[in-house]
């Protein structure tokens, strides 16, 4: 399917406004007044929402191994997630895991 310039240029301008109307919602809208609690608990948990969404594709489907599952970035992800939800610290398991992923790739080279 191959789109022309104009059907491009429209889908990004509607992305565009949608994401301005998503964010104006909270900041224009509601910004000058306090947010519910409960608005603001769920509001909490995104930073935890987002950092595995953005990560598990790079987990399981990495580019630098041609979208093949590595055993060296899944073990380092496992002690990751294990020394973060032991700690709680999330310097000491980004930490880990890094430690963890080059020990991995160099002991598979």
């Known amino acids: ?46 930073p935890v929402a987002v950092l595995p969404g953005m990560v598990a594709p790079l987990v399981i489907w990495p580019d630098a191994t041609g979208g093949e599952t590595d055993p060296a970035r899944l073990v380092a992800a496992v002690l ?3 020394v973060g939800r032991l700690t709680g610290d999330v310097i000491l398991a980004v930490a880990v895991g890094a430690g963890a992923l080059a020990a991995g790739l160099y002991l598979s080279a």
Do not use: H, K, N, Q
Not at 2 to 10: G, R
């Open 80 to 82: 990751a997630l294990a």
């Open 1 to 46: 399917m191959t789109l022309s310039s104009a059907e491009i240029w429209l889908v990004i301008a509607v992305l565009a406004a949608g994401t301005f109307l998503i964010r104006f919602s909270f900041l224009g809208i509601i910004g000058d007044r306090p947010l519910p609690p409960w608005a603001m608990r769920l509001l909490r948990y995104t």
